[in-house]
């Protein structure tokens, strides 16, 4: 086994990783503590993303979560490293985390996706979900002056119940109240499209914050090896805790 893998390792990732081989991982889906509460641990790390952007291959992307306000700083942070904006999705919740009466209630969370390198060489395999709908799409028969110019002549689509459709950005999925061990722990069905879209079977998958390793439990379900850091104690508790949680997979999660 290599010896950096599978594991979490205790530390500051800014210097836990300095250990780590470059050039080695394909993605880094990570969730960073944004600075917005008054837990202990919700400092925001500065300078993170150096060595991060060592670890990744040259072709690579990055997942970031965040709010809005710890977002809005990434993006220099992000261009100093070389990434680019690529895309973003948002984490739409059963219930939110807000609820003052003057404002609308908060139930999504965003993500946002940096690559570098050439775009049609970072690893990319679109994801699909089966809840389409039928309908049926017709195309006009043209007038005969403009047969034969660029568009068919009549004909009818039609399309099934549950289908395959690319996946949307908006990904509604239940959030882990009432059995979350962290605080802001994630579910692994919203780290697990990210992954799977990022990470090719047997790539390397990197995270600098595990918290309660909901990255690095979905990598090891889809066959993606990974590799995380966790600086807060407890957090390191927790996941040996998370992991004892009866069913933990991704079809429940």
Known sequence: MTPW?????????????KSWPSAAADACVTDPPYGDTSL???????GWMAEVSRVLKPA???????SMRYLS????????????????????KQNGSGFHNDRFRRVHEHAIQFYRGAWADVFKAPQFTHDALAKTV?????????????????????????????Q??????????????????KPLGIIAP????????????IDPFAGSNTMGIAAAQLGIRWASCESDPASMQMQGERLRQRSLCLEAA
Not at 40 to 46: E, G
Not at 60 to 66: C, E, M, Y
Not at 168 to 185: C, F, L, M, Y
Not at 196 to 203: C, E, H, I, L, M
Request: hydrophobic letters at 40%; charged letters at 25%; a neutral charge.
């Open 138 to 166: 017709r195309r006009k028969t043209k007038p005969l002056h403009m047969r034969g110019i660029g568009c068919a002549d009549a004909n009818v689509y039609e399309s099934v119940d549950g289908g395959p459709r690319l």
């Open 73 to 92: 700083t990434i993006f220099s942070e992000m261009e100093a490293a070389g990434f680019k904006y690529a895309q973003d999705i948002v984490w739409e």
């Open 194 to 205: 990210l992954l799977a879209y990022s990470v090719p079977q047997g790539g390397i998958a």
């Open 5 to 17: 893998l599978d594991q979490c390792h205790f530390g500051d990732c800014r210097e836990v990783m």
């Open 40 to 46: 202990k641990w919700d400092k925001q790390c500065k």
């Open 168 to 185: 949307r950005s908006v990904i509604h999925v239940a959030n882990e109240h009432g059995k979350a061990v962290h605080p802001t722990q």
């Open 60 to 66: 690579a992307s990055v997942w970031v979560f965040g």
